[in-house]
């Protein structure tokens, strides 16, 4: 989902690696942080003194389920993250996941299982990675690392074939994942005023243009 932010190529990003479960509750607040004042993130909690406590309890829930997969990245400094989820074949959450959401979320809980079942209905059938969120801490956006994990897993989806997905939740986070390579396929719209969302694939070996954004995915 949407990444935030403007990149630039000019000062130099740190390495990016994977997650270890040691790192999932400080994971956890880079993501809420950086989704705090995104259109979804506002939708999904509208009162923000609930928004970040609800954010961090949801994202460590997240990150806890999908770092034993390794498909959890982050720059080594911890500013910045990614999350993948190989959809190669069918995947099944862990048995305690759906009680773990439900208790981040709270009263919010309708509201996201509403967005859950809209993207599935909209979730591609064919062998692709899903990034499901990309996050760079505020006080560090701005400075390449959101393209700097991107690049990272496309080399890895462009060696072995595969294609790449998400859903983007503002205009600019779509025209940034665009240069990136990705496509939006149609866009809609959360009910109850919510923002539009714009999924989008990328081939494998479509380029990545340097200084294309940085930022978070919700």
């Known amino acids: 989902m949407?990444?935030?932010?403007?990149?630039?190529?000019?000062?130099?990003?740190?390495a990016v690696r994977q997650a270890t479960a040691g790192e999932v509750a400080w994971i956890g607040r880079v993501l809420a942080e950086a989704f705090q004042?995104?259109?979804?993130?506002?939708?999904?909690?509208p009162d923000p003194d609930e928004r970040l406590a609800?954010?961090?309890?949801?994202?460590?829930?997240?990150?806890?389920?999908a770092v034993p997969d390794g498909t959890v990245h982050v720059t080594d400094d911890l500013s910045g993250v990614a999350v993948w989820r190989d959809r190669i074949r069918p995947a099944a959450d862990p048995?305690?996941?759906r009680m773990r959401l439900l208790a981040a979320t709270g009263r919010w809980a309708d509201r996201f299982d509403l967005l859950d079942q809209l993207l599935l209905a909209y979730h591609p059938g064919?062998?692709?990675?899903?990034?499901?969120?990309?996050?760079?801490?505020?006080?560090?956006?701005?400075?390449?690392l959101a393209g700097a994990l991107?690049?990272?897993?496309?080399?890895?989806?462009?060696?072995?074939?595969?294609?790449?997905?998400?859903?983007?939740?503002?205009?600019?986070a779509r025209d940034r994942y665009q240069r990136h390579g990705y496509h939006a396929d149609g866009c809609l719209t959360l009910p109850e005023g919510g923002p539009p969302l714009w999924p989008m694939w990328r081939?494998?070996?479509?380029?990545?243009?340097?200084?294309?954004?940085?930022?978070?995915?919700?």
Not at 2 to 14: D, I, L, N
Not at 37 to 45: E, F, S
């Open 2 to 14: 949407p990444f935030r932010g403007a990149e630039s190529t000019a000062r130099s990003v740190p």
């Open 37 to 45: 004042a995104g259109p979804v993130a506002a939708w999904l909690v």
């Open 54 to 65: 609800i954010s961090r309890d949801l994202f460590a829930t997240v990150v806890a389920s």
């Open 95 to 97: 048995p305690s996941y």
């Open 126 to 144: 064919s062998a692709h990675h899903h990034l499901a969120y990309l996050g760079v801490r505020p006080a560090r956006q701005g400075r390449g």
């Open 150 to 172: 991107l690049r990272h897993h496309h080399r890895l989806l462009d060696a072995a074939r595969l294609p790449g997905y998400l859903v983007a939740g503002d205009p600019g």
């Open 203 to 218: 081939p494998p070996d479509r380029p990545d243009r340097p200084g294309c954004g940085s930022g978070a995915t919700e």
